[in-house]
């Protein structure tokens, strides 16, 4: 079956420490490729959301995210940290063979330390 | 401040009780959607309308009736709900159908007791 899959259930990171969230999606055509963040008690917030042309993009409070095609990924990256960051983060997917319809991933929770 | 607004914020039910869930947007979107999110579920799409039209309905229990008056608010109706309705109930909406990224609200916890 086609699906977005988030390898990690939960990662935790130093406070300054650099951080890389993995997504793989599983369609043949490059779909719409999106990363959201929910804090607890909070709904999701988009970060960044990539639909074609350059492959590093660039989101809110300092993310990024690389779309790579050869490996099917979308990973998000933060080079630093903070605190304020721990939050469960969603990546999505809208695909033509789902019909555009928005495919989440089922969440990485991130903890970070002190 | 999303620009979505959902009420109540938190809502307790009983199983025979009739309550309303209550999402408001007014950033000139033309799509509003309703999802789920439980512990340890992924999220899973309720209900979808498009320029007020219901173009989705995802297998979702007769006891869930969502409602669209107009294309700035969007309803959820909810009657006789068992114990494993308890979730965080979502509301999004974007410019069109799936095309350019959701705003959702903060959504409403509720606990059917």
């Known amino acids: 079956a086609q699906s977005v899959t988030q390898p990690d259930i939960h990662i935790t990171v130093s406070e300054g420490a650099s951080l890389e969230l993995r997504c793989n999606y599983s369609?043949?055509?490059?779909?719409?490729l999106f990363w959201y963040v929910q804090s607890p008690g909070q709904g999701l917030q988009l970060l960044l959301k990539?639909?074609?042309?350059?492959?590093l993009v660039q989101g809110i409070k300092g993310f990024e995210a690389e779309f790579k095609r050869s490996q099917s990924s979308f990973n998000l990256r933060k080079p630093s940290v903070h605190w304020s960051d721990a939050a469960e983060y969603f990546c999505?997917?809208?695909?033509?063979?789902?019909?555009?319809?928005?495919?989440f991933g089922a969440g990485t929770r991130l903890f970070v330390k002190a | 401040e999303t620009g979505v607004t959902q009420t109540p914020r938190h809502l307790v039910m009983g199983m025979t009780n009739k309550k309303s869930l209550k999402c408001e947007q007014h950033l000139g979107h033309n799509a509003m959607y309703w999802y789920k999110q439980s512990a340890k579920k992924p999220l899973e799409l309720m209900f979808v309308?498009?320029?007020?039209?219901?173009?989705e309905n995802n297998s979702v229990p007769s006891r869930f009736s969502p409602e669209c008056p107009n294309s700035s608010h969007l309803f959820l109706h909810l009657h006789t709900l068992q114990p494993e309705d308890s979730a965080l109930y979502l509301c999004?909406?974007?410019?069109?159908?799936?095309?350019?990224?959701?705003?959702f609200g903060s959504g409403t916890r509720l606990t059917v007791v």
């Open positions: 990539y639909f074609s042309g350059d492959t």
């Open positions: 369609y043949g055509a490059t779909p719409y």
């Open positions: 999505a997917v809208a695909a033509v063979e789902e019909g555009f319809k928005t495919i």
């Open positions: 999004a909406s974007s410019q069109d159908r799936d095309s350019y990224g959701y705003t």
């Open positions: 309308y498009s320029l007020e039209e219901r173009v």
